[in-house]
């Protein structure tokens, strides 16, 4: 990393301090001076208190004075710490929130392709785990670099004019040890990006020994053994590196702190001689061992300080590589509005894909348009590329040959919010998230209001009316088990909920992919015979292997390796004899 590159971080990450909470950072800097400034009163007043002690009669002002003095100072010493540490904690909350902000943000809005690459968890693990507040700790060590500046000067003001040759080693009593935590740092840093992906493994392994999703088959399969053997290797390889690091880091500290010990206590040595032969006087002996020592803790803390900013500077920069990457395809210049997509025609022309990061290309040249108001079904073998057409229709990804137009014009024209505000979709591994079956609903179109009547409605069609009248209070029952007072459902009764959340939202294109793969015989029956009636006034292209639900189409694409093998409707298909045929009669077969 280039050192503009450094500073640059450093000064994003102070920014960002700043710009959390203004208000606060200019409280802290003015604890910070206060911080500085007493010491160097509570140091002149223990030297007079020792002196009007040893000489009352040349004393400037009477012992009892000086004491209550004392007794202010080391009080107002307590009271500005307290309140710095108030300070601190607040802003580290608001600063913790804003950071979790952004990572929420970007995560949410990262491209897919990006999103689905090992490296791309590495980074997220590491913004996650230093990021919320390595940038509270870059403004709380510059602080400490400033009032320690502030203290180290008064300190060595007042050696320089006691006993100069004091002061000129006082660097020498604490350079060591800091240069050892300054190569440390970096070293750390680098143990830590080496082990990202071991601690990941390990969370994974805990994942699946803790959640409710894995525990089924933990237990039946007796799987406690294998899954915790393999975390504790991973957890144990990690620790392992980690302790042989700190146990070099704790020698280099401790020889070098040695080196420290001896300089200071030489310096002692030189100073009680002057004392001893007269030179200085007792007040003036103290008050230079305080100094010293208050000075050595100073500079200390300066190159603490300042190992400690190198080292939060290079999490920081882990956190801002994680903020810049890149994310979801910008729109062309100037996006265009998005027509009705119910009235529309959209054509696929020559779309070829291949997932990035693997070589195989998943479509090639796939052509077919779909009329509006009509139903087209693609049917095809398992990883033949079916949801990954829907994939691009949805702008999850971008084709790497060919277009997708609509009236004509190129979806990748359009805003992509607008563009996927109109399309109802059912993924095949739909969320089940853990909220109201109202809000489940509701989520399929975000803009409506809690109570807007819609929500029922769209329940109606689908047949999750019956399942929430069946719950403790109606469609305001929580779903899941993770929360007090959660209800679980069966897979097709989340599947009747997914189905509603799409046809809430008044979107001209439905996308469905194996809607109804859960449901059982009535229930697919009783959508199918509406499902006209539901997409009369929208474009619907649907997935299944269910060719009950797959002949009603009005066009029927068979998508195979990759190319679009066959297309037409159901009687022409049959009367085709090809691989549609073929794969009809054998579902077919299986009920005779
Ligand atoms: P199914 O009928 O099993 O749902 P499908 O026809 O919908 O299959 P796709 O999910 O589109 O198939 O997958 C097509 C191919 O693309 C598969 O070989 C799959 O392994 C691969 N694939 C899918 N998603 C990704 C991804 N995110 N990254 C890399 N390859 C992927």
Not at 26 to 31: D, I
Not at 310 to 321: D, G, K, P, T, V
Not at 529 to 541: D, G, H, M, P, Y
């Amino acid at each position: 990393m280039t050192p503009l590159i450094a500073l640059s971080d450093l000064k994003r990450g102070i920014g960002l301090v700043v710009s959390v909470a203004p208000g606060l950072t200019v409280c802290q800097s003015l604890v910070v001076l206060f911080q500085a400034v007493l010491p160097l009163a509570g140091l002149y007043l223990t030297k007079s208190i020792v002196d009007a002690v040893v000489a009352p009669e040349t004393a400037v002002l009477p012992v009892g004075v000086l004491l209550t003095a004392a007794a202010l100072v080391a009080l107002a010493t307590v009271c500005i710490r307290e309140t710095g540490g108030v300070l601190q904690e607040r802003q580290s909350h608001r600063l913790g929130d804003r950071v979790f902000n952004l990572l929420h943000r970007q995560a949410a809005g990262v491209n897919l392709a990006c999103l689905e690459q090992p490296e791309y968890h590495d980074a997220f693990h590491q913004a996650l785990s230093e990021g919320p507040y390595r940038p509270a700790r870059i403004l709380g060590g510059l602080f400490d670099v400033l009032r320690n500046g502030v203290l180290l000067a008064g300190m060595t003001g007042f050696l320089f004019l006691f006993q100069w040759e004091v002061a000129a080693l006082l660097p020498a009593a604490v350079l060591f040890p800091a240069i050892v935590r300054w190569r440390y740092a970096r070293r750390q840093f680098d143990l830590r990006k080496k082990t990202t992906g071991t601690e990941r493994r390990a969370g994974y392994y805990h994942w699946l020994l803790t959640s409710p999703e894995a525990a089924r088959e933990v237990r039946l399969l007796d799987l406690f053994s294998f899954l915790s053997g393999r975390f504790n290797r991973y957890r144990q390889t990690v620790c392992r590196q980690r302790m042989a690091l700190a146990g070099r880091q704790a020698v280099a500290t401790t020889l070098m702190r040695a080196v420290g010990i001896a300089i200071t206590f030489g310096c002692f040595a030189l100073m009680a001689r002057n004392a001893m032969s007269g030179t200085a006087s007792v007040g003036e002996f103290v008050m230079l061992m305080q100094a010293f020592h208050r000075g050595a803790g100073a500079l200390d803390g300066i190159f603490s300080g300042a190992a400690e900013l190198h080292e939060n500077r290079l999490f920081l920069s882990a956190l801002f590589r994680f903020l810049d990457l890149p994310g979801e395809s910008p729109d062309a210049p100037g996006p265009t509005d998005v027509p009705d997509l119910s009235r529309s025609t959209i054509a696929f022309e020559n779309v070829s894909f291949t997932y990035p990061g693997t070589r195989r290309p998943v479509l090639q040249k796939v052509s077919f348009t779909l009329c509006p108001g009509d139903i087209v079904a693609i049917v095809g073998p398992n990883g033949a590329g079916k949801s990954t057409l829907i994939k691009l229709l949805c702008r999850l990804y971008e084709p790497d040959a060919g277009r997708i137009l609509v009236d004509g014009r190129n979806i990748r024209h359009f805003d992509l919010k607008t563009w996927r505000r109109q399309i109802g979709v059912v993924f095949q591994d739909y969320i089940h998230y853990h909220f109201t079956v109202a809000d489940n609903i509701r989520v399929g179109d975000i803009r409506l209001d809690e109570k807007d009547p819609r929500i029922a409605e769209a329940a109606r069609h689908t047949g999750a009316n019956l399942v929430s009248n069946a719950l403790p209070h109606g469609i305001h029952t929580l779903l899941g088990r993770t929360f007090e007072g959660g209800c679980d459902l069966s897979e097709g009764q989340w599947q009747k909920i997914a189905l509603a959340r799409a046809l809430v939202k008044d979107a001209g294109l439905m996308v469905l992919d194996e809607p109804t793969s859960a449901l059982d015989a009535d229930t697919e029956h009783h959508i199918f015979t509406r499902f006209r009636e539901l997409t009369a006034k929208r474009s619907t292209l649907l997935i299944s292997h269910r060719f009950s639900t797959v002949r009603m189409a009005d066009r029927i694409l068979v998508l195979q390796n990759a190319r679009i093998l066959e297309a037409g409707n159901h009687n022409e298909l049959i009367r085709m004899r090809g691989r549609y045929s073929e794969m009809y009669s054998k579902q077919a077969g299986m009920y005779i």
